[in-house]
Each structure stands twice: as C-alpha cells, then as structure tokens.
C-alpha cells in the first residue's frame, strides 16, 4: 500500500501551458516537502510546507498543503522546457519511536515539450 | 561546501556476491539516509541514523541489507548475496536536523545485479 498517492504519474505537455500535480494520503504529517529529480542526480528540495492550509510560491510554481495536512498540490505556470523532470513530494511522519521520518511518493514524470 | 558524494557511481556485480556502497554525508550533518529507487518508482525508506541514537532499520527489506556509520560520519550499505531484484539506485541523503528539515541527496549508486 502506497502511504503518499502521486497523480499523475506521466505528464507531457507542451511549453506554456499550466500543469497541476496531486499529492494524497490518508495520514496527517507534521509537514511536507516538494523535490525535483533529473536524471542521474540525487533529488533537490523545492519548498517544504508546515501549516494546514499554507500556500507558498517559488516563482511560476504553487505549491499547496491541505487544510487537514494529510495532500497538497503542486501548480506551475506556463510550463518551461527546464521544467522537466521527476516531482517528489514527500510528508514527514511521526514514528511511534518518536522519530520522524519522510514517506516518498511514487513522483510525477513531467516533460515540457518546446 | 562539499555535498554529499556517494561511490561508486555505478556497480555491476553477480548474483550472490556481496557489495558495499559508500556515503559521505555533508560535514556536521547528524542524520543520515538510505534510500532505494526502482525504475519509475519513487524512493522506498531504507534505513535512517541520528546521531548516537540507535538507527531505524525499519525499511530494510531483508537481512541480506545492513548498514553502519562510522564516528557520525561516513555511512556503508552493504548488501550479501546479491539478487536480481536488488538492481536499483542506491540514494544516500543527510540532514542538518531531523526528516522534517531539508535531506540533500547525494547522486545514488547505480547497482545492476547480473
């Protein structure tokens, strides 16, 4: 069972047009981070959100945290070819050891077409 | 400063062998992660230390996997009695704080279990 629902899985869109990730779960968390992959390299943070409800904006993208903490979206803005690659989202859970640690979504694979 | 450098980069080995993949996680960096990425998957949790205390083993999905971290630094994962479906990257990330801060990827061993 997948604990974080990524969808879409595939996105192929064509320079310009606005694009919208989902990021769903079941569980709450105490936050949750957004990371971008290309190929060949380690995932990098784009934006990590920590209030229900929180919007925050890093240029042409929007990102989103649920009211109940337990989704969020990620929305870009006419899409760029430089856009292009694997989107992460992942939500920080508490373990019943206390600790916390990240559940990783499946990722949405996303090409911008020029 | 330096990121987090993994090595090899790439490691083909035969079924039933055993391997050793390297981490150095970013200097003063207290938590450290193991992560596997399957082809078109997202990154499955595999084991995780913070400092001194004990580590979270909890992803490990066999006794084949063990890892250690030497003096809170450099981390090994090895893997005995290689199989084919071990054939994955290997991602190594570090942290500043806890899951909930920000995790810098290190490049990921290539693995390829023939």
């Known amino acids: 069972t997948q604990l974080l629902e990524q969808s879409p899985q595939f996105l192929s869109i064509q320079e310009g047009e606005n694009l919208t990730v989902y990021c769903n779960s079941s569980?709450?968390?105490?936050?949750l981070q957004w990371y971008r992959q290309e190929p060949g390299e380690g995932p990098v943070l784009l934006v990590t959100?920590?209030?229900?409800?929180e919007v925050k904006k890093l240029k042409r993208l929007t990102f989103q945290f649920g009211d109940a903490r337990k989704d969020s979206s990620l929305h870009i803005t006419a899409a760029q070819p430089g856009d292009t690659g694997l989107y992460l989202c992942?939500?920080?859970?508490?373990?019943?050891?206390?600790?916390?640690?990240?559940?990783f979504g499946k990722g949405t694979k996303l090409t911008v077409n020029p | 400063g330096a990121g987090v450098s993994q090595s090899p980069s790439n490691k083909v080995t035969e079924k039933g062998k055993d391997v050793e993949l390297r981490c150095d996680p970013i200097?003063?960096?207290?938590?450290l992660y193991w992560y596997r990425q399957s082809l078109g998957q997202g990154l499955e949790f595999l084991i995780y230390?913070?400092?001194?205390?004990?580590?979270?083993k909890s992803g490990l999905p066999s006794d084949r996997f063990s890892a250690e971290r030497t003096g809170g630094s450099v981390s090994t994962l090895t893997i005995q009695r290689t199989q084919q479906e071990d054939s994955a990257v290997y991602l190594c990330?570090?942290?500043?704080?806890?899951?909930?801060?920000?995790?810098?990827f290190g490049p990921g061993t290539r693995l390829t279990v023939t």
């Open positions: 200097s003063g960096h207290t938590a």
């Open positions: 569980s709450v968390f105490s936050s």
């Open positions: 230390f913070q400092g001194n205390s004990a580590p979270d």
């Open positions: 959100v920590v209030t229900g409800g």
């Open positions: 990330a570090s942290s500043p704080k806890s899951a909930s801060y920000e995790q810098y």
């Open positions: 992942a939500g920080a859970l508490i373990t019943q050891g206390g600790s916390e640690k990240l559940v």
